[in-house]
């Protein structure tokens, strides 16, 4: 029979092994159901700043750039520093924006970041001593993070291609989704990580951040914008010696956002990454399938006597309580993963019945619109009798009018032009005599005799 001490020491190893882990609360917010006091328009340890406005701060959350207008900046910034090389930050974001939007969120550790950075992105910022992880759909794709240094040598703003000096990317939707996206830094003394929504991103072990570095995210819209809204920035760390009264155990805060832990790890779909029927299918490096089976590393049964010291009786108890851990994160991933199939499918679904009431609305306009075609033509075919009408009319007068002016006229001229040519006639001849009786009255006045004096 097992001993029930056994039990309580591995329960007391597991809880100690649990109790390593801190909450930095002059670093963290949103982890509680408010970001801010109520009444207050600050985050507590942090200052915001933004251009033209201020960034809005709302219960669970501020929206660092709103929807429209566009060409906005806003940003937070821790006033206290990280003083510790093992610790991680936890940051959840939603961007939402038009098909065509454009912008970008940047996550920073970086030396006095609010007076040197303050509200800039990795692309108009000049020389900063940190690093920042850039959010964006770089190169038309649906969205990627990618990882820039900087050591203060270098004057980001004036270089000529500022994409070429990221040191560690990965693809990831990220816009529109209507939940938020977790991004996860995780840095110790011997390597720095990034996960997304749960997976790696990319790390590297040639990275060291030194203490004294603030932390803030900073996000810039353009003129067709992204709304960049940021529900938590919670800062954990391994060891309390630098921080003292400004920690808590990791236990409050997992309790407190337990919920949005399961929804956020679990309903966050990749493209790479499906599960059937309890097997996991991934993709390799290489693009090859890898099939894994959570329960192809279920451990045995086999026989309570074969169990003799305590100290055996331990370790099969705690490698039992390890593979029903296991099996049960796979079955929450599996189960999380099939609701956020099911939110996705439910979101095209309404989309869709969006749209077919959209068509269908248009629909009711388009019939709308041939009672009122209908009603044109008549009017037009009215008014087209109409105006044969008169023309016909106008026809029958002007005929009328024009022979009765005809015949008078024709009348008018036959009386004066019969009495008109007589005389002109008259006058004709008369003129041609006078003429002729001239000329002859010359004749013989030249043939005549001269007579000399």
């Known amino acids: 029979m097992r001993s029930p001490s056994s039990f ?24 509680g159901t408010r970001i801010a006091p ?24 501020v929206i660092l750039t709103p929807v429209a207008p566009g060409n906005q900046r806003g940003a937070v910034w821790s006033d206290k520093t990280l003083q510790n090389q093992n610790w991680i930050a936890d940051v959840e974001f939603r961007a939402n924006g038009p098909e065509r939007g454009s912008g970008n969120l940047n996550i920073w550790i970086a030396r006095d970041g609010s007076h040197v950075i303050g509200a800039e992105s990795v692309y108009t910022v000049t020389r900063f001593d940190g690093l920042a992880l850039v959010i964006d759909q770089y190169s038309g794709s649906g969205g990627m993070l990618r990882g820039f240094l900087n050591d203060g040598s270098q004057d980001f703003k004036s270089h000529h291609n500022v994409d070429n000096l ?26 720095f990580s990034v996960e997304v929504a749960g997976r790696p991103c990319f790390e590297s072990d040639k990275i060291r951040i030194p203490p004294g570095y603030n932390i803030g995210i900073t996000a810039a819209s353009a003129d067709n914008p992204d709304s960049f809204e940021v529900f938590k920035l919670v800062v954990l760390t391994e060891d309390n010696h630098h921080y003292d009264d ?25 493209e790479q990454q499906q599960t059937y029927g309890g ?19 279920a451990i045995p049964d086999q026989e309570a006597d074969a169990i003799l010291s305590s100290k055996a009786q331990f370790a099969d108890l705690h490698n039992r309580l390890q593979s029903v851990n296991h099996h049960l994160t796979s079955i929450f991933r599996s189960m999380g993963q099939n609701h ?20 269908l609305y248009r629909l ?7 009672h009122r075609m209908g009603d044109l033509e008549k009017e037009i075919r009215s008014l087209r009798n109409e105006i044969s009408g008169r023309l016909k009319e106008s026809e029958n007068s002007i005929k009328y009018h024009v022979s009765d002016k005809h015949e008078a006229l024709q009348e008018h001229v036959k009386t004066h032009a019969s ?24 004749k013989k006045k030249k043939s005549s005799p001269k007579k000399w004096v």
């Open 246 to 270: 400004h920690t808590q155990n990791a236990h409050s805060y997992q309790d407190a956002s337990h919920h949005q832990e399961q929804q956020h790890h679990q309903q966050e779909q990749h």
């Open 166 to 191: 990221a040191f560690g990317h990965c693809s990831f939707a990220y816009r529109n989704l209507g939940r938020p996206t977790q991004i996860k830094l995780r840095h110790t003394e011997h390597k």
């Open 419 to 442: 009495s008109g040519h007589g005389k002109l006639i008259m006058v004709i001849v008369g003129s041609q005599l006078v003429l002729l009786g001239a000329y002859f009255y010359y």
């Open 279 to 297: 097997k996991k299918q991934s993709f390799g490096r290489s693009g090859q399938k890898v099939i894994e089976d959570p329960f192809d590393t």
């Open 38 to 61: 109520e009444g207050q328009r600050s985050i507590p340890n942090y200052s915001i700043q933004g251009r033209p406005g201020i960034p809005e701060l709302l219960s669970n959350k």
């Open 8 to 31: 309580a020491v591995l329960a007391a190893v597991l809880a100690q092994a649990q109790a390593q882990q801190y909450l930095v609360n002059d670093l963290s917010f949103g982890y």
């Open 340 to 359: 956020g199939v099911g939110e996705q499918r439910h979101a095209e679904v309404s989309q869709m019945i969006h749209d077919l009431k959209s068509e």
């Open 364 to 370: 009711d306009k388009i019939s709308v619109l041939e």
